[in-house]
């Protein structure tokens, strides 16, 4: 059982930046494609980010081009999320998630593994 610990939210003013992290439990991190989503209260869980096994192939989401990276560190066993020019509708709780393979990667339901989530409250 692979485990996923995400840290880095907290309460930021609009403009401003943070940088989520997700730690594996296990060196499976450096095989798996790893994605980065977010859920607002009362809203379905939304695609953000995705990073290829190897980190040579990123996907986003329209909404985060050009505010959001994603990158990582397979040595450390951590893909990280780089937030900038945050704005209040990107308040949610933010979610890191395993799946093999770098297809469909913007669909929640083909990943194997998720953490438990942190929450990024972003205020006006």
């Known amino acids: 059982q692979v485990q996923l610990v995400e840290s880095g939210g907290g309460l930021v003013q609009a403009g401003g930046s943070l940088r989520l992290s997700c730690a594996a439990s296990?060196?499976?991190?450096?095989?798996?494609?790893m994605g980065w989503f977010r859920q607002a209260p009362g809203k379905e869980r939304e695609f953000q980010a995705a990073?290829?096994?190897?980190?040579?192939?990123?996907y986003y989401a329209d909404s985060v081009k050009g505010r959001f990276t994603i990158s990582r560190d397979n040595a450390k066993d951590t893909v990280y999320l780089q937030m900038n020019s945050l704005k209040p509708e990107d308040t949610a709780v933010y979610y890191c998630?395993?799946?093999?393979?770098?297809?469909?990667?913007?669909?929640?339901?083909?990943?194997?593994?998720w953490g438990q989530g942190t929450q990024v409250t972003v205020s006006s």
């Open positions: 296990r060196r499976t991190n450096s095989r798996y494609a």
């Open positions: 990073i290829s096994w190897s980190g040579g192939s990123t």
């Open positions: 998630a395993a799946k093999g393979g770098w297809n469909r990667v913007a669909r929640a339901q083909q990943y194997e593994y």
